[in-house]
T-cell receptor, first 110, second 116 residues
Framework: AQSVAQPEDQVNVAEGNPLTVKCTYSVSGNPYLFWYVQYPNRGLQFLLK??????LVKGSYGFEAEFNKSQTSFHLKKPSALVSDSALYFCAYSGYALNFGKGTSLLVTP | SAVISQKPSRDICQRGTSLTIQCQVD?????MFWYRQQPGQSLTLIAT?????????ESGFVIDKFPISRPNLTFSTLTVSNMSPEDSSIYLC?????????????FGPGTRLTVL
């Protein structure tokens, strides 16, 4: 069965430090991979996607993700975390519709 | 991108009753999706709302419990029928950005349902 996995329920990072939210995939063929963010009491917002081409994808709010085929990973990264980045992050792959990982809660402390 | 609104934004309902959630999009879209997000969980696709035909339900979801309407290309409703506390969730409407599975989906703000 195809899926994405987010191995960490929560990631804690201090403001100003780099952050990484992990995602691995098990998708046949060429995977279409996405990152979404969900802020409290707000809807799901699209951050970035990987379709093909450059393995480093840049997205909204200074986030980027690196597609690594050999490690079947698509980790979300940001060079310098902000307190306002604290939210729930979802990795997803596209089949007929989006299929989501379980989510990772990111907490950035001042 | 698409602007999506949902009504109601939240509701508290009694066991055994039904609630209809509305989803309105500011542009015509072919595919509309309904997701459920149970407390502390990820999003699960309930069904795809097709204009002019029956909705397509995912495994574990049935039309009798979650009837869907799609009268035109900008509007859809999801009804949660004969509710139980286990139906307490956030229900989200989503649309595809453009045709094709490689395009991002856009999501409404969600309807937070609590069943007592």
């Amino acid at each position: 069965a195809q899926s994405v996995a987010q191995p960490e329920d929560q990631v804690n990072v201090a403001e100003g430090n780099p952050l990484t939210v992990k995602c691995t995939y098990s998708v046949s063929g060429n995977p279409y991979l996405f990152w979404y963010v969900q802020y409290p009491n707000r809807g799901l917002q699209f951050l970035l996607k990987y379709i093909t081409g450059d393995n480093l994808v840049k997205g909204s709010y200074g986030f980027e993700a690196e597609f690594n085929k050999s490690q079947t990973s698509f980790h979300l990264k940001k060079p310098s975390a902000l307190v306002s980045d604290s939210a729930l992050y979802f990795c997803a792959y596209s089949g007929y519709a989006l299929n989501f990982g379980k989510g990772t809660s990111l907490l950035v402390t001042p | 991108s698409a602007v999506i609104s949902q009504k109601p934004s939240r509701d508290i309902c009694q066991r055994g009753t039904s609630l209809t959630i509305q989803c309105q999009v500011d542009s015509q879209v072919t595919m509309m999706f309904w997701y459920r997000q149970q407390p502390g969980q990820s999003l699960t696709l309930i069904a795809t709302a097709n204009q002019g035909s029956e909705a397509t339900y995912e495994s574990g979801f049935v039309i009798d419990k979650f009837p869907i309407s799609r009268p035109n290309l900008t509007f859809s409703t999801l009804t949660v029928s004969n509710m139980s506390p286990e139906d307490s969730s956030i229900y989200l409407c989503s649309v595809g950005g453009r045709e094709g599975t490689y395009n991002e989906q856009f999501f409404g703000p969600g309807t937070r349902l609590t069943v007592l």
